[in-house]
């Protein structure tokens, strides 16, 4: 469908986030409400689809889908329990992952998960070039880790990548150039810049 609207108007952009290239509707067995998501993880078959139009450039832009609600919200009945995922922290490693796995150049990871966008909405942020603000994270792309809650920053303290293992260990975040300090979250110094659209 996606291609085929694109095929008629190129304007149209198509955009998923990693929880569905990374779950499927098998992972409910284990992990039950913690996957709920709006819409739903599907089949595994679904899962490979997305990683194909992720690989081939159908595929624009990817969207954290954060959503951090507290476990004890998550592991109430199905019906009841809240969408959505803590996942921003993730994102990355997760892409980096399936990059490996499916032969994806980093070159379309960096194009999904920052430069699209910044084109889309005219952001001076989201690409390393003069004038722009020096948002960089810098990951070993081959460091394994193995996803743990009592590393998450959320304060929900949970994820549902806990246990497995990823490659793209983030080592440092800089946010409008300077350095950020893991464990002195509070010092919002450098957060909270507006943002300008168009150069407006």
């Not at 952009?13 to 929880?19: F, G, I, K, P, R």
């Not at 379309?108 to 952001?123: C, H, M, P």
């Not at 983030?170 to 810049?193: A, C, Q, R, S």
Request: net charge neutral.
């Amino acid at each position: 469908m996606v291609r085929a609207a694109k095929s008629n108007n190129p304007g149209i952009v198509a955009e998923t986030s990693c929880n569905y290239l990374w779950f499927c509707n098998e992972d409910y067995r284990t992990l039950g409400s913690r996957v709920k998501c709006n819409p739903s993880v599907k089949t595994p078959a679904d899962r490979d689809a997305l990683r194909q139009a992720l690989a081939s450039g159908l595929i624009d832009t990817i969207g954290s889908d954060h959503a951090p609600h507290l476990l004890s919200e998550k592991e109430g009945p199905y019906t009841k329990a809240p969408s959505g995922l803590p996942s921003i922290q993730q994102s990355l490693p997760v892409l980096i992952t399936i990059a490996e796995q499916e032969d994806i150049p980093l070159t379309r990871i960096a194009a999904v998960f920052s430069e699209n966008a910044a084109d889309l909405y005219g952001l001076k942020r989201g690409k390393i070039r003069y004038g722009y603000a020096a948002d960089i994270v810098i990951f070993d792309k081959d460091k394994e880790f193995t996803v743990r809650a009592q590393d998450q920053y959320s304060k929900c303290g949970w994820t549902p990548y806990e246990g497995c293992t990823l490659k793209g260990k983030i080592e440092k975040v800089y946010v409008n150039g300077h350095l950020m300090d893991p464990d002195n979250l509070e010092n919002t110094e450098n957060f909270g810049k507006p943002l300008t659209f168009n150069g407006r």
